[in-house]
């Protein structure tokens, strides 16, 4: 009897695992097929990004070639053009040389890059600081210490990872024009500075002595 019996529950559960495939099967099949062809997209997605990093990366050595050769204005187009059309890792990069480039000519152009890179949040606040430290750079031997300061307080502050050069920098564009004070703060800024690097500290201690042999007055 016992076996009669679990025959009849097989049949029933035969019956209602039937039933529910009959009633849901297409939406099961459809399911599954919808799986199978989003893995595919993303495959297909995977091999496309990789297709144009390889491509973008092609393009990245053969503009460094440019410039090493000396043709400027060749490497300066193909930057532009990498900064266009490449994905966003190789884009960022190419607009840095592309500023780069420029500063070797048109030192105008490069600050303005610079500081179109400085002002782009999208490339985050260590990319942005950077590019403003390269503008700095270029600015330091003629700019007023306020152009300096507008750009560079922001990136000395704590916590940023060039404060140490951009600290460097204003203090050596305010010694340039004359305002010792300002050029004393940014050099304590430095020695206050556990972190500041060796290089930095030994810089800021010419500065300080030719502050000195200056009279030190602002």
């Known amino acids: 009897m016992a076996d009669i019996?679990?025959?009849?529950?097989?049949?029933?559960?035969?019956?209602?695992l039937q039933k529910l495939w009959d009633r849901y099967s297409i939406y099961i099949i459809g399911l599954a097929v919808l799986i199978v062809a989003a893995i595919g997209a993303?495959?297909?997605?995977?091999?496309?990004?990789?297709?144009?990093a390889a491509a973008a990366g092609a393009a990245f050595e053969s503009a460094l070639s440019l410039s090493e050769q000396g043709k400027h204005a060749e490497a300066d187009a193909a930057f532009a053009k990498i900064a266009a059309d490449a994905p966003p890792g190789y884009r960022t990069l190419a607009r840095m040389r592309a500023a780069a480039e420029l500063a070797l000519t048109?030192?105008?152009?490069?600050?303005?890059a610079y500081?179109?890179?400085?002002?782009?949040?999208?490339l985050g606040s260590t990319l942005q600081d950077l590019a403003a430290v390269r503008a700095g750079m270029l600015m330091?031997?003629?700019?007023?210490?306020?152009?300096?300061?507008?750009?560079?307080?922001?990136?000395?502050e704590p916590g940023h990872a060039f404060r140490h050069n951009a600290r460097e920098l204003l203090a050596l564009s305010a010694w340039r024009n004359h305002d010792f004070t300002a050029a004393r703060r940014y050099l304590d800024m430095?020695?206050?500075?556990?972190?500041?690097?060796?290089?930095?500290?030994?810089?800021?201690?010419?500065?300080?002595?030719?502050?000195?042999?200056?009279?030190?007055?602002?």
Do not use: C
């Open 5 to 16: 019996f679990h025959e009849v529950d097989e049949e029933v559960r035969r019956e209602r």
């Open 42 to 52: 993303w495959r297909g997605y995977e091999y496309w990004q990789a297709k144009q």
């Open 106 to 112: 048109k030192t105008a152009d490069a600050v303005k």
């Open 115 to 122: 500081d179109e890179l400085a002002a782009d949040a999208s």
């Open 140 to 156: 330091v031997d003629s700019a007023p210490l306020a152009d300096m300061r507008r750009r560079l307080d922001p990136v000395a």
């Open 190 to 218: 430095i020695t206050n500075d556990a972190e500041s690097p060796p290089g930095t500290r030994a810089r800021a201690d010419v500065l300080a002595a030719l502050i000195a042999a200056d009279g030190g007055k602002s």
